[in-house]
């Protein structure tokens, strides 16, 4: 838990609101216990804007966030990503828009 509370402490300081995210851990040959994979990235974690958050709240609207769930629902409604062999290509300004995410959240933090 402190490492979850550190890093909503940190994303709130730089205007974000880590909402959750996922933790993998492993064990060593020695038995300590290691964080693996990805930590705090879009593909693990939610992050919302933090000063838009309320008014959209009070008016009923979504969150603005900074994650992938736009890109999977878009393949969700568009084809069977656990089925199907082929995926469809996902649109070009979804994949601009997924990569906008991710630079914005590697930029946040250090401007």
Known sequence: MILLRTMQRVA???GLVLVDTKYEFGKSSDGSILLIDEVHTPDSSRYWIANSYEERFQNGLEPENIDKEFLRLWF???CNPYEDKVLPDAPEELVCEL??????????PFS
């Open 99 to 108: 990569a906008w995410r991710y630079i914005f959240l590697f930029i946040i």
């Open 12 to 14: 709130l300081e730089h």
């Open 76 to 78: 969700r409604e568009n």
